[in-house]
């Protein structure tokens, strides 16, 4: 019996096998795994019955009741899902840079797979499915640690999903742990694992981040806010502040913070006040924002640093389009912030000025999303600089690496003063 | 009088005063260090001398002397440099990709520099003003560590710059520190620093990669190989392997292990042996390799672990092109490694399979450098899979953002079976 230590060294090779497997290999893996959870079915629809029992004893609500439950529709659409996987480019050797040194000696960059990723993610089944087809149609081990409300489910998917493919790409590129304990062990390897990306709450992004040497992708906050410019159009203003805080209030692109310039001010709050009521908003605002909605509480300091994801807000009146900039500067997460304005200028200010993973002009902050913005497939939102920022497509989990390609060069030939010259020419 | 940290944290204003200065305002401000620097030549000249004097008293070796020394050549060298810097293009907005989400509704992900950089790099005065431009050029602040025996030219050099560039910039984007304690709580300040990028011995870049939680670019190792397939050309075989092991030794993308097929073991080797003894290369290698070299010493497994760094090296003669690739998985440090066969076939199999920043194919893996590779200056080389790998240019010092721009759309207006569809129209 191998130790999970020995278990993850192993996905080394696996993850070998997998970034040389081809195109065809890869898209027929993911094949093998659609048809095997359809064949499969009943024994996933029953292991997700034991979980489900298990959380309705230990009274878990009812939204997070409903995200564990994965039958029916569920399992349709994540083969649905694996299928669709198959179709997009594959991302192993796409060509980012193209330069020909000297003639005939071609210097590329090339994207290659990353090696050994862990996902931690939600108690939601559908999850782990769509992981691991990232994974292998990325060139990918993984390391798979869902949400423990899911274990049943969870262990029986990792076991279809590697005997479905190891006939065709081994039986080492995909590893479920279960554990708190496993996790901690998994974040001390940090020469066997090259990425984590941890999901699910702030708080465990930053535990994860706190407690490993290897590289994260995640975001630990998502304070967003909204500045409405004194050119805002004020129906178009209203409508994107009640879309950003209202349409999914516990998403992290979700707008917490509401900036209004003091001249559109008394136009504009007494509309957002009279909607964001009407809508059981609750509204924290500044002595200025008081004056034109009554009802709003008095705002602390720490509202403007706080990410309610609930029907929450603060409102504050800033004197100028500096001001909303460094108050998002200083209060905000650089996850998402927009600004509503009808004048380019204040636009390509907002846009060179605000350090944000995201930033928008004149549409609602929860189009911050891998599906919305086309990548095809999410990975998850990046809220560092390093690699990936914002929401992040299946590039994310790749790498690149340089290919030359001579007849014999060697760097001799190009030293001292008789030496040749490169040339540098692009070719794309 | 601020305590470091406080200098520190100041960066981040000064950082986000860089990122919005314009093109022409950063190109000027390098002018502006440029002839500040012909300016001030007999000051810095005099620092510099101090730290000569000093280090000849300490009797340190020839060459590093000669690396301290900065006057006369060398100093209108870097100024050159500053000059040719500014004609590279503006790397920040840069668009990376572009997409049109609906008619009107235009996403752009384009480069943005990443804030704060560290950079500690060798006892080389040149190395400073090369380093404070490319940090300029890219719209990043920087703290600056040089070897502590250009101490006087660094502190000289650092407040010329200053100087020189505080009126158009402000004078919170460049920080010299100085001591060993200095490094340490630099290190520890994961808020404030975006980026280490450590230049120097392989000990140094893993004492920065293991005691800092910020993200660290850099190369702890370069056990480089060149494998010598059977379908090779022997004049270019042992034309490369000289290259790649004795144009430059010292350097971390010179080989360290010659491998050679079996089947032109017995035509290459002997050659192999005579050219190296007649260059002093000392040579370990296995077995079969002793019966062609016979002056070659017995080769350890240490001695394919071993970055030797000067005129040393290891052979070993494999069986298989898959026996050469899987000892450069295993012994390999994944930096740079070459390939020299007539086979079109082995070479895509080398370039798919071996997992190196730069793979080469009938070059020397010499050529593993930002310049040779046109990226117009190097800002180090990378080992690591995250962010950049292999010789960084300035495009390392970028993160992104995604600027997305609309006319008042909400995702509401995008959901439930009568929703608008995305149209996700590539644009680039």
Known sequence: MLTLEERIKALRAGACVLASASDSTRKQALECIASALEAH????????????????????SDSL???????????DSAVKGLRELSQLPDPIGKVREMRELDPGFVLKKVAFPIGVIAMIFEARPEAL????????RSGNAVVLKGGKEAEESNRTLVRIIDEATSSLIGDKWILGIES??????????????????????????SYVMEHTKIPVIGHSDG???VYIDSSADIDMAVRIAVDSKVQYPAACNAAETILVHSEIAPRFLPLLGKTFSEL???????????????????????DYHTE??????????????????EHIASHGSHHTDAIVTASEEAKELFFRTVDSADVFCNCSTRFADGFRFGLGAEVGISTS????????????????????????????????????????????
Chains 1, 2 share one sequence.
Not at 41 to 60: F, V
Not at 180 to 205: Q, Y
């Open 41 to 60: 079915r009943a024994e996933i629809e029953n292991a997700n019955k034991l979980d489900i029992e298990k959380a309705e004893k230990e009274g878990i």
């Open 280 to 302: 059981g908003v609750k509204m924290h605002g500044d002595a200025e924002t008081l004056k034109y909605i009554p009802s709003a509480l008095k705002a602390t300091e720490d």
């Open 385 to 428: 600089k390093i690699h990936a920022r914002g929401p992040v497509g299946l590039d994310g989990l790749m790498t690149t690496k340089w290919l030359l390609s001579g007849h014999g060069e060697t760097v001799s030939m190009y030293s001292g003063p008789d030496g040749r010259q490169f040339h540098h020419k692009e070719l794309m």
């Open 308 to 325: 309610y994801l609930s029907l929450e807000c603060a409102v504050k009146v800033v004197s100028s389009i500096e001001e909303a900039i």
């Open 180 to 205: 708190h304990a496993d996790v901690n062990t998994m974040l001390g390897l940090d020469e066997d694992i090259d990425l984590v990306i941890p999901r699910g709450s702030n708080k465990f992004v």
């Open 65 to 75: 009741l409903h995200r564990l439950k994965f039958s029916g529709d569920k399992i």
């Open 223 to 225: 304070i967003c806010s």
């Open 129 to 136: 499915v769509q992981i691991a087809g990232l994974a292998l």
